[in-house]
C-alpha cells in the first residue's frame, strides 16, 4: 500500500512537500547565442544551430567551419527569436554530444548547474510561462531576464530527478524507434508502388500485356456544389471538399452536415481542382470508403469508374509519375486550377482487371500496417503527454 504523500500549496498549485519551487536563473548558466552570417555553408564541421534547425527537429542544417557559440553535452538550447509568428519561441533542443553545434544569435544556451539537464529540458520545451509574453511585433522575442525568471517545480533529490527524466527519455526513444519504422515502411511502399505502378515489376502469374487509356474512358467525371450553407457540428455526413484529400492522396473530412443529397459511392474518387496553398493538391485522389457518408461539396471533382479496380486507379493517380502530368496542366496564379478537360485527357497505364486488383491489395496491406504504426506512434504521443501532466508537476511520483 502507498504511503499517504504530503503536498503544499504554492504559486504554482499544490507540490510535493520535499519539492521546491525555484527560478531557472538559480539552475543554470546563460548564454546569449551570437551572429554570425560568415562562411556558413551547407557542410561543416559544426552544425548551426537556428530556430529553423530546432523546431524542425534537426531536419534543417547549416553548417560552419567555425565555432563561434560553443556548447557541451547536457546544454539545453532555446529559441528566443522567431520569425514571422513566433511558433518556435521556447522550443528547445538538448545536446547530446560535445564539439558538434554551435549556435547563432536567434538562441540562448542554458548549461544546467543544480539540475539534472534532462528534466530541464522536458520542463522547459515550449513551457507555458514563456508563451504568455508577447512583444506585439511580427517578430516575437525572449529577453534574458523573462528566460531566467521562469519559476519551476523541482524535486528536492537527484534521483528522484534523473528518474522523471528517464521515464519520459524512455517513451521518447519509443517513438523516434516508431518515426524510423514508419519512414522506413513508407520508403518500402513508394519502392514498391513505382515498380508495380509502371508495369517494371510483376506480381507472380501475370504476363498480359498493358492497355493505356485516358482517365476521360475509365471514369464518368463530375464536380460538386458548395455545401458551406449546410455545414453542421456533430452531423451524420462528411462534406468532402477542397480540404479534404491530402498532399499524400489521404482522405481527411472535418466539416460536417445533415445534407442528404450528392451522395458519394464507395470506390469513387475525390479529386481537388483548385488551391490556392501552392497546387500540392490539385490531382491528388481521395478514396470513398463507404456508401451514405460523404457529401460531394465544391472544388472537387468526383471520378466514378466505369472500368477497372477503384483502388489500384486511386495508386495510380496519386504516383509520382500521373501526378506530375496533371500539375503540369494546372494553370492560374493565385488560385491555381485543373480543368476537366486536362484529367479526361490524362492518359494512365491500364493492366488487366485481375492484376489490377492484385497489385491493389498488395499497396493497401502496406498502408494498413504503415496506419497500424502511425496510431501506435500517435497512442505513445498521447501516452506521454499524460506522463509529463503527472510526473513533472508531482502529482505522481516515482517510489
Request: proline share 4%; glycine share 8%; charged share 25%.
Amino acid at each position: 500500500m502507498e504511503l499517504m504523500r504530503r503536498y503544499k500549496q504554492t504559486d504554482l498549485g499544490l507540490i510535493p512537500d520535499d519539492w521546491e519551487i525555484r527560478d531557472l536563473g538559480s539552475l543554470v548558466t546563460y548564454t546569449n547565442g551570437k551572429a554570425h552570417e560568415k562562411n556558413i555553408t551547407d557542410s561543416g564541421r559544426f552544425v548551426v544551430v537556428n530556430s529553423k534547425f530546432i523546431s524542425s527537429e534537426g531536419i534543417t542544417r547549416k553548417y560552419s567551419d567555425s565555432c563561434f557559440c560553443p556548447t557541451s553535452k547536457g546544454d539545453v538550447l532555446m529559441v528566443m527569436s522567431d520569425v514571422p509568428n513566433g511558433r518556435a519561441i521556447a522550443k528547445c533542443f538538448r545536446v547530446e554530444s560535445d564539439d558538434t553545434y554551435t549556435v547563432n544569435q536567434r538562441i540562448c544556451v542554458l548549461s544546467p548547474m543544480s539540475i539534472d539537464g534532462k528534466l530541464l529540458f522536458y520542463l522547459l520545451d515550449r513551457n507555458p510561462f514563456y508563451l504568455a509574453f508577447d512583444d506585439g511585433a511580427k517578430q516575437t522575442n525572449l529577453r534574458k531576464d523573462e528566460v531566467l525568471s521562469c519559476p519551476l517545480r523541482i524535486p528536492t533529490f537527484a534521483d528522484e530527478q534523473r528518474a522523471i527524466a528517464g521515464a519520459l527519455s524512455d517513451v521518447d526513444a519509443l517513438i523516434v524507434s516508431l518515426d524510423q519504422l514508419i519512414a522506413k515502411k513508407r520508403d518500402l511502399k513508394q519502392a514498391a508502388a513505382q515498380q508495380l505502378l509502371t508495369g517494371k515489376k510483376r506480381l507472380p502469374r501475370f504476363s498480359e500485356e498493358w492497355k493505356v487509356k485516358r482517365l476521360g474512358d475509365v471514369f464518368s467525371i463530375s464536380a460538386g456544389k458548395s455545401k458551406s450553407a449546410y455545414v453542421k457540428n456533430g452531423a451524420r455526413y462528411w462534406v468532402v471538399d477542397m480540404g479534404s484529400v491530402s498532399r499524400d492522396g489521404r482522405l481527411i473530412v472535418s466539416k460536417g452536415t445533415n445534407y442528404q443529397g450528392d451522395f458519394l459511392k464507395i470506390g469513387d474518387l475525390v479529386m481537388p481542382k483548385d488551391d490556392i496553398g501552392g497546387g500540392n493538391i490539385i490531382g491528388k485522389v481521395g478514396y470513398i470508403d463507404a456508401d451514405e457518408t460523404y457529401v460531394l461539396g465544391d472544388h472537387v471533382y468526383c471520378l466514378r469508374a466505369n472500368v477497372g479496380d477503384p483502388l489500384f486507379l486511386s495508386y495510380v493517380i496519386n504516383g509520382h509519375q500521373i501526378n506530375n502530368a496533371l500539375r503540369k496542366k494546372v494553370i492560374g496564379s493565385a488560385q491555381l486550377g485543373l480543368g476537366r478537360k486536362s484529367v479526361e485527357e490524362q492518359e494512365i497505364p491500364f493492366p488487366p482487371p485481375s492484376e489490377q486488383t492484385a497489385v491493389a491489395e498488395v499497396l493497401s496491406d502496406m498502408d494498413a500496417e504503415i496506419t497500424a504504426l502511425e496510431q501506435r506512434r500517435n497512442k505513445t504521443l498521447h501516452l506521454k503527454q499524460g506522463m509529463m501532466q503527472e510526473l513533472l508537476t508531482g502529482k505522481t511520483r516515482l517510489n
